[in-house]
């Protein structure tokens, strides 16, 4: 099963000849079957038919009718087999023993029982079922033969008859054979695309493809986007990058940074990528990797006429030579449309070219399974090549529109999902706007309050000096009371001493001086009483002032009260947050043997489209303008004397302007002979 978690999957398959018909029912049927079942067995067995497939044993299960004994084909425990252990129809034949393997996927292991008769076509067929592949042309399974090498299994031969290392279980991986030349445009169904996604991205983490720094940091948010989809600071808290394995380790090592500054700069990335499917973030990964020098090439040791040490790099658009010590610019190119056929004798190769006026190209493998690995790519890869320039079969129109139906369907729903999104951080907005203007309304109403007590306090102090002047009147009214009370005295005095004058007339003038004296006084006294009730008079205006200003203060407080109400809360809204050919080479008995294929070049449309195509980055300016982002942040924490020696062969590239595909098109110029008199002098 595709989707990151591993699950077993124990199916038992099998292929026989027609005399061994009963020997499968036998292996199938379950035991203590009904009349009925034997009688339709017999009968079966009568007519001598082909063997039969998983779903037709499964039908014949069926007819039994559930009786007891009986049970559906299902999955069964660690290599458990349907044997003759669980059936008992009448039969004389030995049953042969069980195959167990186990194969490996980019992200699952299958596990299997097949019968030693079985194909590698069926064992690669029944793998594809498993997983839900149909584009099966880029895949095989591969596997390690006898000699420690690594080979492709030949489906057109038995399993057990190819030289595999004997081990139980036996093991093999599923993995592309063939690449395509555009991933967007070619690889149809998601399962495909998360195979390639997940090959590519361990081949560069393990630095099988060269990838400079900028890129791999590019490459690395795409593949976090695909893992766990948009960045989302509740869901993704600080370190929730630390166990991912994100960068070749050249990477790291040629860099002065940590690895929290490595996460900080991939999840800033990281957070660039919103809206993103998970499986576009694969794509977009797959356009910018296959763009990369070493993407999609296999490469084998060969020697020329003269025994110059050389690379042989075969690919989805041709045969490239490259030097000893750079498999990033290749020296000579030759597209699979020049080429006729191909054959090899021991461990002499020859390409034979369209132009007949050219010579053959002639090279030399060190082992005769290279050469066989050569040819079986070569095969594939031109007959892919052929078929890309020719309108799509019926089956492969019928998955693309399906493909584009699913994807459109895909489409409609995150549509969907977003506006629904949308919507929710709409209603988020209006909550914050609305608790703002809650948070506004109360910071008023506390201004409002703190007016009321300062206008409170002022009263308080209005009424506190009333209360003051108030006294002070009162002061004054008492002193302007005993003041008249000395009037009246002195008038009484005056009165006495004027009867006295009249009865002392003999001292008259003493008299009058003392009267000049207290009428003196008298004027002093009444001017002090006059001043006195003026400075009283005035005191009364002052009091009866303070208590109009105390009226009207009153009267502005009670209107601001009535004026302003508390405003109501705002109602809270809630929103919720969702993957060699290499059969037994007995070499001492084939060396004289010759392997040869014709290649087909007719009824195409286009022979070299594959020169005029652009880099994604020269496609994308947003995807250029990051990429020169990023070598400039990265270039400071560069240590220079750890650059490889790729990484400097990348740097020419990239000062003289070179990509992939100008490069393609400058080893392609010149005739075939021309480029085939540049390979021998090399």
Not at 147 to 158: E, I, R, S, T, V
């Amino acid at each position: 099963m595709v989707g990151g978690v591993q699950q077993k999957h124990h199916i038992a398959f099998r292929e026989v000849e027609e005399d061994e018909l009963t020997d499968t029912l036998a292996a199938i049927l379950m035991p203590a079957v009904t009349r009925q079942w034997e009688m339709i067995y017999n009968r079966v067995q009568r007519t001598q038919a082909l063997p039969l497939s998983l779903p037709a044993r499964a039908a014949l299960l069926s007819l039994s009718g559930g009786s007891a004994g009986s049970r559906p084909l299902q999955p069964h425990s660690a290599w458990e087999t349907l044997s003759s252990a669980e059936a008992h129809p009448p039969t004389t034949a030995k049953m042969p023993k069980m195959v167990n393997v186990r194969v490996t996927t980019m992200d699952a292991e299958l596990e299997f029982s097949f019968h030693p008769n079985t194909t590698g076509r069926q064992l690669f067929d029944q793998v594809a079922r498993t997983i839900g592949l149909r584009e099966l042309w880029y895949f095989g399974l591969q596997y390690v033969d006898s000699k420690g090498f690594m080979a492709w299994l030949n489906q057109d031969k038995k399993v057990m008859a190819q030289d595999m290392k004997k081990e139980t279980p036996l093991q093999f991986k599923l993995k592309a054979k063939f690449y395509p030349e555009d991933v967007n445009e070619e690889l149809i169904q998601d399962v495909t695309r998360r195979l390639f996604f997940l090959q590519v991205k361990e081949d560069i983490l393990t630095e099988d493809i060269y990838c400079p720094p900028e890129s791999a940091v590019l490459l690395a948010s795409y593949a976090i986007q695909s893992k766990y989809g948009d960045h989302n600071k509740v869901e993704h808290h600080q370190g929730y990058l630390a166990s991912e394995r994100m960068l070749p380790k050249r990477v790291l090592e040629q860099h002065k940074l940590s690895k929290d500054q490595w996460e900080e700069r991939i999840q800033a990335w990281h957070e660039e990528h919103r809206s993103i499917l998970k499986e576009e973030a694969m794509i977009e990964y797959l356009k910018i990797a296959q763009d990369l020098e070493m993407y999609g090439v296999n490469f084998f040791e060969i020697k020329n006429k003269k025994g110059t040490d050389l690379w042989l790099g075969v690919d989805a658009l041709g045969l490239n030579i490259y030097g000893k010590e750079d498999k990033l610019s290749p020296k000579i190119g030759f597209p699979w449309s020049e080429i006729r056929n191909i054959s090899f004798n021991d461990k002499k190769f020859i390409i034979k070219p369209i132009d007949k006026k050219s010579p053959d190209f002639i090279f030399y493998a060190p082992r005769l399974r290279v050469n066989k690995s050569i040819l079986q790519l070569c095969m594939g890869n031109h007959e892919l090549y052929m078929r890309r320039r020719k309108t799509d079969s019926i089956e492969v129109q019928q998955m693309k529109v399906q493909a584009k139906e699913e994807r459109l369907q895909k489409k409609m729903e995150r549509d969907q999902l977003e506006g629904e999104k949308k919507r929710r951080e709409a209603i988020e907005k209006e909550k914050e706007q609305m608790e703002r203007e809650k948070q506004e309304l109360m910071m008023k109403l506390n201004q409002y309050e703190e007016i009321t007590k300062k206008a409170e306090r002022e009263l308080q102090e209005q009424l506190d000096r009333a209360m003051r002047l108030e006294e002070e009147r009162r002061r004054v009214e008492q002193e302007a009371a005993r003041l008249e009370a000395e009037r009246m005295e002195a008038i009484i005095a005056k009165e006495e001493l004027a009867r006295q004058a009249e009865d002392q007339i003999k001292s008259q003038e003493q008299l009058a001086a003392e009267l000049a004296d207290y009428s003196t006084k008298i004027l002093l006294l009444e001017e002090a009483k006059r001043a006195k009730e003026e400075e009283a008079e005035s005191w009364h205006c002052k009091a009866q002032e303070v208590e109009e200003s105390l009226l009207k203060t009153k009267e502005e407080l009670h209107n601001v009260m009535a004026n302003n109400s508390v405003p109501a809360a705002a109602p809270a809204s809630s929103s919720s947050s969702s993957s060699s050919d290499s059969e037994s080479d007995h070499e001492h008995s084939e060396e004289n043997s010759t392997y040869s294929a014709e290649l087909q070049t007719q009824d195409i449309n286009d022979h070299r489209q594959e020169e005029e195509r652009l880099t994604e980055a020269e496609k994308n300016e947003r995807l250029q303008k990051q990429l020169k982002a990023l070598s400039s942040e990265l270039e400071d924490a560069r240590d220079q004397n750890k650059k490889t020696q790729d990484d400097l062969l990348h740097a020419e590239n990239v000062r003289a302007g070179r990509d992939k595909y100008k490069t393609l098109r400058q080893i392609r110029q010149g005739n075939t002979k021309q480029r085939i008199d540049e390979f021998e002098a090399l």
